[in-house]
């Protein structure tokens, strides 16, 4: 309670601290408000939905934001947390059995784990009727013919395309159409949630029009406070809003590319820079590069993202040896104890 804390607790205290990769070579750590929090539960419980008794896989990994979402959803709202084993968590087969057995409704996961799992389970002949919400977020949409097919074998499931950096947390949201006959080859990111705002903005931070390329920037209830201990690069990205009327608000920006498109909708294009995202993570290959060259054997590094096929990314390295008797297997064990799994490259 308020008497054993040093001062009363506010909505704009923290909720939770979460790292995000840095281009300096040094992870971020995002500190995230509790009143953003909440608006983005209060959000999801009125667009998404989900009654008191609703099984909600908590799937995500607990350094992903999108954990916070899974669990305290199920605590506000009065569902039921299911919770699989590391192994099963990893092995799409064994994850889509999981689902059937456990009678799971809503699952939050990124693309990637969203296209295994319809594979498998299409592959199995499980239709997972039970599965009624599936929340995509952290990587761009793909919707190829896996994931039709298992959407439509369970008519009324919904297929939700969530956006948003760790730095706001979901932002921007739409959902597909019922029928996959209806749905296009990609899916927008959709509009902005309750209570925040999107701008699509040229080099001089002015408005473009719909269907101009430009960088997105997010503002509202769902901007983190900034980094932690890291005022200089809070100032960079957390930028003064020149189009809200009152002082003082803000705006992050997230240095990926969109437009607006007819239907009033945004569309994800890219990043404007050199992060990539891995299974929902943001990364920087600058982070892991300079992992790489403080091995005293490595003179030279450089880390990119391979695409072996559409929406299917993989960290590769690229190393000088200074002694030739260095192992990519070597480099690799020395990235592990370095490195988040996220980051090991493969």
């Known amino acids: 309670t308020n008497h054993h804390r040093t001062t009363p607790l506010t909505p704009h205290h923290p909720a939770y601290l979460i ?31 989900g009654e008191p008794g609703t099984r909600t896989a908590q799937f995500t990994a607990i350094s992903f934001d999108v954990s916070a979402q899974e669990i305290l959803s199920a605590l506000l709202f009065g569902k039921t947390l299911v919770i699989p084993d590391e192994d099963v968590r990893r092995d799409a087969s064994r994850f889509a059995e999981w689902l059937e057995e456990m009678e799971v409704q809503e699952l939050f996961a990124p693309n990637l784990v969203v296209e295994a799992l319809a594979e498998a389970a299409v592959e199995q002949g499980r239709t997972l009727p039970r599965l009624r919400t599936i929340a995509q977020a952290g990587e761009a949409l ?32 739409h959902t597909l ?72 608000q803000r705006m992050y920006r997230t240095g990926d590319l969109a437009r607006w498109n007819t239907h009033g909708e945004l569309e994800y294009l890219g990043r404007a820079d050199h992060q990539v995202k891995i299974r929902g993570f943001r990364i920087e290959p600058g982070e892991i590069e300079k992992t790489l060259t403080d091995h005293p054997d490595i003179a030279q590094a450089a880390v990119i993202a391979h695409e072996d096929r559409p929406g299917a990314k993989r960290l590769v390295a690229y190393a000088v040896v200074r002694d030739g008797a260095l192992r990519p297997e070597g480099i690799r064990e020395f990235s592990r104890e370095r490195l988040p799994e996220h980051m090991v490259p493969a």
Not at 28 to 45: D, E, F, I, Q, T
Not at 234 to 245: C, G, I, K, L, Q
């Open 142 to 173: 793909t919707l190829g013919r896996a994931v039709r097919a298992f959407h439509a074998s369970a008519p009324g499931r919904k297929l939700h395309n969530h956006y948003g950096p760790t730095e706001t947390h979901v932002v921007t949201a």
């Open 19 to 49: 790292h995000t990769s840095g281009s300096t070579g040094h992870p971020k750590g995002v500190v995230m408000p509790g009143s953003a929090l909440l608006n983005l539960l209060n959000w999801h419980h009125h667009a998404v939905g």
């Open 177 to 248: 159409a019922d029928s996959p006959e209806d749905w296009n080859l990609s899916a927008p990111i959709g509009r902005p949630i309750a209570n925040t705002r999107s701008y699509v903005l040229d080099g001089e931070l002015r408005l473009s029009a719909p269907g101009v390329v430009g960088e997105l920037y997010v503002a509202g209830e769902g901007l983190a406070r900034g980094y932690a201990n890291q005022p200089g690069l809070t100032a960079e990205r957390f930028v003064a809003d020149p189009f809200h009327p009152e002082p003082g």
